[in-house]
Nanobody, 115 residues
Framework: QVQLVESGGGLVQAGGSLRLSCAAS????????VNWYRQGTGKERELVAF???????WYTDSVKGRFTISRDNAKNTMYLQMNSLKPEDTAVYYC?????????WGQGTQVTVSS
């Protein structure tokens, strides 16, 4: 069974930084596109960033220039470096991968940015 485990969330003041991690089991992250989503209270889950197997990346406009997605193939772990955090970044962050027609999600990690 594919397993994704996020960590690194927490409470931070506006302007601060956090680094989220997504550790994977039973699947090679470098073989597939891997996504970071977030869901704020009362909001729909939104795609924040993804990294392709070849290393290409994409970001939603609201985080461009502030967030960086990366991957450590040796550790089979994906990261989301979040800088210049804003209160509107407050959400539960999830990593996600679609493999073999199945959508796999981690349990999520809470990020709270205080103003």
């Amino acid at each position: 069974q594919v397993q994704l485990v996020e960590s690194g969330g927490g409470l931070v003041q506006a302007g601060g930084s956090l680094r989220l991690s997504c550790a994977a089991s039973r699947i090679r992250l470098d073989f597939y596109r891997v996504n970071w989503y977030r869901q704020g209270t009362g909001k729909e889950r939104e795609l924040v960033a993804f990294i392709m197997s070849g290393g290409g990346t994409w970001y939603t406009d609201s985080v461009k220039g502030r967030f960086t997605i990366s991957r450590d193939n040796a550790k089979n772990t994906m990261y989301l470096q979040m800088n210049s955090l804003k209160p509107e970044d407050t959400a539960v962050y999830y990593c996600n991968i679609n493999w073999n027609s199945n959508n796999y999600w981690g349990q999520g990690t809470q990020v709270t940015v205080s103003s």
